[in-house]
């Protein structure tokens, strides 16, 4: 058996400690109830369980009254243990949860890095008497075990987890921490660090993918897998086994020899392709890789010391502000959109698509799986809505083979998909959507005689990138019911939905597309209608601000040297690359034609997409350099360059997204700057690191030099760097 060994780290100082739970006034603090069970084969075990009273909608979380309550239970088993009264003990959690982790509401309140330090010191003073109590600790993992809630598994002895137990995971690295009370150094000591990087860095950049408990157990990081519907039982059961000798734990993952020797290269490995995927301005993974690097060698107390370095550093550093700033918007903005009417949204019985091309069969099948509803899709001849109804049952047979829908499922929403060449099946459809091609006129058209059909309070949608609602609106009969959904690319991966609503949008089609977007399981936001809506209007200005860097001389390569710190997660032209160079050069021109006095045209832009690329890419579809002929396309005559150095085209960046979201507020295209921020998490992919646009743009310094203040209270993003 392995324990996580003897804690010879002092505790916190008293004075700190007291200061740490003054600042957790109010938390939720979840107790550890400690009982005496009978075990089969004789003896008694000390089951803790880890409750703080709610339901399973509020999980169990670890701040620093929590950590003191379960403490103190563990001092009181390890009493047990030295009396003779107990064999050994257990740790569970409430229904569906053994703990979510760190409470984040409180880590967030730190106020310096002393006191951060001193949580992350009490974190594992706390977690190491699980491996030092006097006899075998076992974990029952019942449920959900996220961050510090995982890492409450990682010091006991052994490791059960219930076969239905979802949510498991190491996800501070996306929130800009590391996992700081022993995650970094026992996982990869106990499943080797590939594995250990896999869930400690890998999975959170994935958008915070999570394990459940068979994955769990395959990895390593389980000793048992337990069926769910006599969990606690059949865990008493095994780690009765265990104890009496009847059950020998085998740990096939644990480094050997060979893995040990290998450590260095497979971190090595991962920092490449870290780097290569989101680049070096995150700092968390970078930490999280050097602790995992150093989790090789060295004692539990150097190790476990230099995770509370980390962690501290982390804390009370800018990028875990903006990080918790995100989180918030994301997991509570998200939920009830600003500016939503009180109307009652309009009950959807079947659903219209007006197109049958890649975008259009990619809403027809979502709608068709999450409303569970008809669908109906039509375009201008039988051979474009028979390719389009194609498409939309090999992107079925697809979710099949990967066993994400059942067969049930499958053969339901291909029964629930239709097409057709008329508009007369559309008659009773309740909420119909144009993703037709992006012109006013062919909109206007296709609205308009779709109104003809359908009944006087269904609720018609554009999906628009860039043209105006209310011009559209303007080819209607009852203009109330337009509403623009705007959803962004890939449409099944995208979480993003911007909710325009024109002058004359009623709230009732409000109401109703925010009701559809919930049950699309997406995020939405409400936005005025404006050119560009919110996230294209952002990136636009991104878009016009690279391609006037490349044609007024300076090479691309320091354009985009100028984009890296923005944070977004690729550079403007592999992103224009992404997006398509004619559909770049349609959104530069749109925002030219709209703001000229401040984007940038799309004239260059064309002349690439004729051309094809920007980038030059390897057989793997890395990026390797820049198509010498795209640079060429674009470059202006030698006498009439005027190259900028990276740090003016960054700051040229800076400066010009200050302006806009400035300007965006002024406007009230959305209610306030949270929003924009919450697009660009959701629908531009900007990590949460930086918390968005906004507090990124406060620390710089660009509000202060554009506007002459700042969007944030500098105590919820991080300080401005002057």
């Known amino acids: 058996m392995t324990t996580t060994g003897t804690n010879a780290t002092a505790t916190p100082d008293q004075a700190v400690l007291d200061r740490l739970e003054a600042l957790a006034a109010d938390e939720v603090v979840t107790n550890a109830h400690v009982k005496h ?181 395959e990895l390593g990081i389980g000793d048992a897998l337990v069926p769910s519907a006599m969990f606690l039982t059949d865990a008493l059961r095994w780690a009765d086994g265990v104890l009496s000798g009847r059950v020998t734990v085998q740990r096939p993952n644990e480094p050997g020899t060979l893995a040990k020797a290998t450590w260095g290269t497979v971190v090595k490995v991962a920092r490449g392709q870290v780097a290569g995927r989101i680049g070096t301005v995150p700092r968390s993974p970078r930490v999280a890789l050097d602790l995992v690097a150093a989790a090789r060698s060295g004692s539990l107390d150097d190790r476990f010391a230099a995770e509370d370095d980390a962690l501290a550093d982390l804390i009370s550093g800018d990028q875990f502000a903006a990080s918790m700033y995100a989180f918030d918007r994301v997991q509570k903005r998200a939920k009830r959109p600003v500016g939503a009417p009180e109307a009652a949204p309009r009950t959807i019985t079947k659903v219209g698509v007006l197109g049958a091309g890649l975008m259009a069969s990619q809403f027809a099948l979502l709608f068709a799986r999450r409303l569970g509803v008809p669908v109906v899709i039509t375009d201008l001849d039988q051979g474009r809505v028979d390719a389009g109804v194609a498409r939309i049952r090999s992107e079925v047979d697809a979710l099949l083979g990967k066993g994400r829908i059942s067969p049930d499922d499958a053969n339901r929403i291909v029964g629930l998909v239709s097409g057709t060449v008329s508009l007369e099946p559309f008659a009773d459809a309740d909420w119909v959507i144009e993703a037709v091609f992006e012109e006013l006129g062919v909109k206007q058209d296709v609205l308009r005689r779709v109104e003809q059909i359908v009944a006087p309070d269904a609720i018609l949608a554009t999906n628009t990138s860039s043209l105006s609602v209310e011009a559209m609106a303007d080819a209607l009969e009852h203009p109330d019911r337009l509403v623009g959904f705007h959803f962004f690319n890939p449409v099944a991966v995208m979480p993003l939905v911007e909710v325009v609503r024109a002058p004359r949008t009623s709230d009732e089609a409000v109401s109703t597309a925010l009701a559809v977007a919930r049950t699309l399981k997406k995020t939405a936001i409400i936005t005025a209608d404006a050119p560009g809506f919110v996230v294209n209007r952002v990136l636009a200005r991104v878009l016009g601000e690279a391609m006037r860097g490349v044609e007024q001389g300076t090479p691309f390569e320091v354009v985009a040297e100028g984009a890296a710190p923005l944070g977004l997660p690729m550079s403007p032209f592999e992103l224009l690359e992404l997006v398509g160079l004619p559909i770049g050069a349609h959104v530069l021109d749109s925002h030219h034609q709209a703001f000229p006095d401040r984007y940038w045209s799309g004239d260059g832009l064309r002349r690439l997409a004729e051309h094809g690329a920007i980038t030059t890419r390897d057989k793997k579809g890395a990026v390797t350099g820049y198509d010498r002929a795209a640079v060429e396309l674009v470059a202006p005559a030698k006498k009439d360059a005027t190259p900028s150095s990276a740090a003016e085209i960054q700051r040229r960046f800076e400066d010009g997204l200050a302006d806009e979201l400035h300007r965006m507020l002024d406007e009230g295209v959305v209610s306030a700057v949270e929003d924009i921020d919450l697009g660009l998490i959701l629908g531009a992919g900007y990590p949460f690191h930086s918390g968005g646009i906004s507090p990124y743009l406060d620390r710089v310094g660009a509000s202060e030099r554009v506007f002459g203040g700042t969007f944030h209270d500098p105590r919820i993003v991080g300080p401005a760097s002057r």
């Not at 030295?82 to 703990?99: E, M, N, P, S």
């Not at 491996?131 to 052994?158: I, Q, W």
Request: hydrophobic share 45%; aromatic share 4%.
């Open 37 to 217: 069970v009978a075990l089969p084969s004789g003896g008694r075990l000390a089951l803790i369980t880890l409750d703080n009273g709610k339901d399973h909608k509020r999980p169990n979380t670890l701040g620093p009254r929590s950590l003191r309550a379960l403490g103190e239970a563990l001092d009181q088993v390890r009493a047990d243990a030295a009396a003779g009264t107990i064999r050994a003990a257990a740790i569970t959690g409430k229904q569906y949860c053994l703990a979510a982790g760190a409470d984040l509401s409180q880590a967030s309140r730190v106020p310096d890095r002393e006191t951060a330090h001193a949580l992350a010191r009490l974190g594992h003073d706390t977690l190491r008497r699980l491996g030092d109590l006097g006899v075998p600790s076992f974990a029952f993992v019942n449920g959900m075990a996220l961050g510090g809630g995982l890492e409450v598994a990682l010091h006991c002895t052994y490791r059960v987890f219930s076969s239905a137990a979802q949510g498991i995971g190491l996800p501070e690295v996306f929130l800009g921490i590391i996992p700081g009370w022993g995650g970094a150094t026992l996982l990869p000591r106990l499943i080797g660090p590939e594995r250990a990087l896999r869930v400690i860095v890998e999975n959170p950049l994935k958008n915070n993918r999570l394990m459940d408990g068979p994955t769990a157990v």
